[in-house]
């Protein structure tokens, strides 16, 4: 009983959307040159996977369903309310250590050096110049105590503290009338929200738990908390961010979550 | 005279009726089956896991696509059936008033295997109150499922339910009612087939001044 979307099998339809993602990352990748190579690559790559699928799920079912999902993804955008804040709780409730998730193992996280890493920026963003962490310190830091609500059902209390994702965008001059915010992660968990959540008072790139530096498995140096969205909306270990109007589905969405999830 | 009476009069189910039945029990087999593979990833009750052969959906992203697209179905075709049964009155005559002495009564006739199932046109005071929970319940879904979906939008929801994880609880147990019902529900259609017959045909048809008539007797008993 495989889906088509299950972990295997990976629509033409899906290959398309990475190919549109890569395409939307251009900017940060390279030139054009390599367009031509990435596409094709791509194509051949999705034929293959194509030949793994499983048609126990009937494809116009699944298209309908997706279709419903996208619909329900503009649904969740109307019932969004920027100025409402989510509930927020004493210190004293706070889990420590913050619960670890991913789609691999916590023994399997790949540590990020500090002092290498940069924060790149692309797409509609006037001042691309990369940051390093300690210029983001300089910026002012705000603290939230949310809840994280995961897609499976379980919930915690997490205390982050960062810089607001407004703060930031509107600091390094970026269009906020644009739709989407894309993030880059070093665990290629490619996520994209939309500009509304982004510009969300309690959405942080957050830089510290519990007061303490973000560790190793919860992010170090740069992830997004943000309190109006599902927990696998706040990609970790961030280096890029682009501001863009292409539609770039993320890690789960392009296995069949939905994009938007919003709480 | 009667007769013809008869021939004119509405059927026991009405055509919205049927129609808003069965696609509720399409709605709620998709709802419950998709539910029980969302379910899995975070059990409510350690060592409860539904069977793969029930689930909708080979993994949670599928059984969250189904769930998500029944929603609509569920939820609008429910409250169309609320109206209705509100403003043609069908609640009211079918369902009420549930007297507790008939209760009793029906619990004990059934305990001695004679339930009393020749007239399908009126039901017996368990049919009542099985029948007003099961709609209580699938209104109680319909709001902890959005609490449980907008748990920030709705936040006032949630507190109603003492939090995220107390609209779970009354999600899955509002489920779990929802199921017990059906399992007496469907017994007792294929049990008494006329019954399953009538929600398809529309059954007998019912003599004009007969809700009247009734009305007019279950005042006076009220007196």
Not at chain 1, 42 to 62: I, K, N, Q, W
């Amino acid at each position: 009983m495989r889906s088509l979307f299950g972990a295997r099998g990976v629509p033409e339809r899906e290959a398309r959307a990475a190919l549109e993602a890569l395409e939307a990352q251009l900017p940060l990748i390279g030139s054009l040159g390599r367009r031509g190579l990435i596409r094709k690559g791509l194509s051949l790559g999705a034929l293959t996977m194509l030949t793994g699928c499983d048609f126990s799920t009937p494809r116009s079912v699944e298209t309908a369903l997706r279709q419903i999902s996208a619909l329900n993804d503009r649904v969740q955008a109307l019932i969004f309310d920027p100025d409402k804040l989510a509930p927020t709780y004493p210190a004293s409730m706070v889990q420590k250590p913050p619960r670890f998730n991913a789609y691999f193992d916590i023994m399997d996280v790949k540590p990020v050096d500090g002092r290498t890493w940069r924060l790149e920026l692309g797409g509609r963003i006037a001042n691309k110049t990369p940051w390093t962490i300690g210029q983001f310190a300089t910026l002012p830091q705000q603290e939230e105590i949310i809840k994280h609500i995961c897609v499976e059902g379980w919930d915690y209390i997490g205390q982050w503290s960062g810089v607001r994702l407004r703060t930031f965008l509107e600091h390094v001059g970026a269009d906020t009338r644009a739709k989407y915010v894309v993030f880059r992660t070093t665990d290629d968990y490619l996520s994209s929200i939309d500009m509304a959540s982004a510009l969300h008072p309690q959405t942080l790139l957050a830089t510290k738990y519990a007061g303490e530096t973000l560790a190793d498995p919860f992010g170090y140096p740069m992830r997004l908390r943000m309190s109006v969205k599902l927990g696998y909306k706040n990609p970790k270990w961030i280096t890029a961010i682009e501001v863009t109007n292409v539609f770039t589905p993320g890690y789960w969405e392009k296995r069949g979550f939905s994009w938007f999830a919003g709480i | 005279m009667a007769r013809a009476d008869a021939r004119r009069g509405p059927r026991l189910h009405p055509l919205p009726i049927r129609l808003m039945h069965w696609i509720n029990a399409l709605a709620m087999i998709v709802m419950i089956t998709s539910g029980w593979g969302i379910y899995d990833d975070y059990v409510i009750i350690s060592g409860l896991h539904f069977s793969q052969t029930f689930r909708l959906g080979s993994w949670a992203a599928e059984s969250l696509l189904w769930h998500f697209a029944g929603m609509w179905f569920l939820a609008i075709n429910g409250l169309a059936y609320l109206l209705y049964g509100l403003f043609t009155g069908r609640f009211r005559r079918k369902l009420l008033p549930v007297r507790p002495a008939e209760l009793v009564e029906t619990v004990r006739e059934t305990l001695h295997l004679r339930i009393g199932h020749e007239d399908i046109t009126q039901y017996n005071a368990v049919q009542k109150l099985l029948y007003i929970i099961v709609i209580i319940a699938g209104i109680s879904q319909v709001v902890t499922g959005l609490a449980i979906w907008k748990p920030v939008q709705f936040s006032w929801l949630v507190s109603l339910f003492g939090g995220f994880q107390g609209a779970r609880l009354v999600h899955f147990w509002g489920m779990v009612v929802i199921v017990g019902f059906l399992a007496v529900h469907v017994a007792l259609a294929l049990l008494v087939p006329r019954t399953l017959w009538a929600m398809l045909s529309g059954g007998p048809r019912l003599a004009r001044a007969a809700p009247a008539a009734r009305a007019a007797a279950n005042e006076a008993g009220e007196a």
